[in-house]
């Protein structure tokens, strides 16, 4: 304490002392940011979207190990007067980098894209197929079996059905498939996790895994958007009262490829592990990719009496709380 009260009554060492701490943070920060870091994986694949601030940006890479941390990248883009220079882009890297290099790669946004899309409601087969048809991605799944592929991309799943956002996503000519699927998987596990941390109270859901099952239903049952909602409050309902979901899409996807485009009253007769009119409960997997819409939906539900649905024909559905008045409803709008 004597010393340091010794210390600031002398201005000179006072400054002196200053200079150097700054002489040595100032180093020692130039060597930190122009300093190679090695990369996790190669080719290292970064996908900024227009959404993606700084710090978000500067967080993905902290934990992707590719720099020290994020405040020294935060502040050498400020130094630097890139705060808000960085370009939306898929960035691939192919050899180790330091920050510096990295943030003029990232500024400089010379990243060449290409897209491929997933539709809501589509099967694994379904996006396979686009997958393997796209010119410009290396096709490293080809000849895998499903297992295969959900081993290299980390999931823990036994089915790959339903695990993959549908969205638009943008990579380099040659990029692997497996890097592909392996941001669609994770984009979804990132929506059901936050779906499941806000779901309604009482939810007869055991596990987010349950919430994608009955989301990809309520995405193949719903053709208007408005009536999203109230589909998974009857579903809901249903799985309260222990009643049969009794969906014909699930019966569908059972069926597989011998489905002739003609569900007949055999079809719904005939015991299977999607039927849904002689089983109880949820199918054992989704039957499809549902839409963040049918996740919200399926996680938080819209309040209604209604346990049962049809189609109008139209595209909308018409709800009943009874049998009888739904037994009408099907009877005009089905068999008129």
Excluded: C
């Excluded at 299977?272 to 938080?300: D, K």
């Amino acid at each position: 304490m004597w010393a340091l009260k010794r210390l600031f009554q002398k201005p000179g060492l006072l400054f002196l002392f200053t200079f150097i701490g700054i002489a040595l943070f100032v180093g020692w920060f130039y060597y930190l940011v122009n300093t190679a870091t090695k990369l996790p994986f190669t080719p290292y694949e970064l996908s900024i979207t227009s959404g993606n601030n700084l710090k978000s940006i500067s967080n993905r890479l902290t934990s992707d190990h590719l720099i020290p941390n994020a405040w020294s990248f935060i502040l050498l883009s400020k130094v630097l007067g890139y705060e808000s220079s960085i370009k939306a882009g898929e960035y691939v890297l192919v050899e180790d980098t330091s920050p510096r290099q990295l943030l003029e790669y990232l500024v400089k946004g010379d990243a060449k894209q290409n897209e491929i899309r997933f539709i809501e409601g589509w099967t694994f087969l379904q996006l396979r197929k686009v997958l393997d048809e796209h010119p410009a991605i290396r096709h490293d799944t080809l000849n895998l079996s499903e297992q295969e592929i959900l081993q290299l991309i980390g999931a823990s799943e036994l089915k790959a059905e339903g695990l993959f956002f549908p969205d638009t996503y943008f990579f380099l000519t040659d990029s692997s498939d497996i890097s592909i699927l392996k941001r669609a998987y994770r984009t979804m596990q990132n929506h059901l996790k936050a779906a499941w941390s806000s779901r309604k109270e009482s939810l007869p859901l055991e596990s987010e895994y349950e919430g994608l099952i009955l989301a990809s239903i309520i995405e193949k049952e719903t053709g208007k958007e408005s009536d999203r909602g109230i589909i998974a409050g009857v579903l809901v309902n249903r799985l309260h009262l222990g009643m049969k979901l009794q969906v014909d899409p699930a019966v569908i996807y059972g069926i597989g490829h011998k489905f002739d485009g003609n569900l007949r009253k055999q079809d719904l007769l005939s015991d299977q592990e999607y039927n849904t009119y002689t089983r109880s409960g949820l199918p054992p997997s989704p039957i499809a990719m549902p839409g963040l819409a049918s996740i919200q939906a399926a996680f938080n539900p819209a309040e209604t009496d209604a346990l049962y649905f049809v189609a109008k024909g139209n595209g909308e559905s018409h709800f009943s709380t009874k049998l009888k008045d739904h037994n009408r409803a099907v009877h005009e709008y089905q068999k008129r």
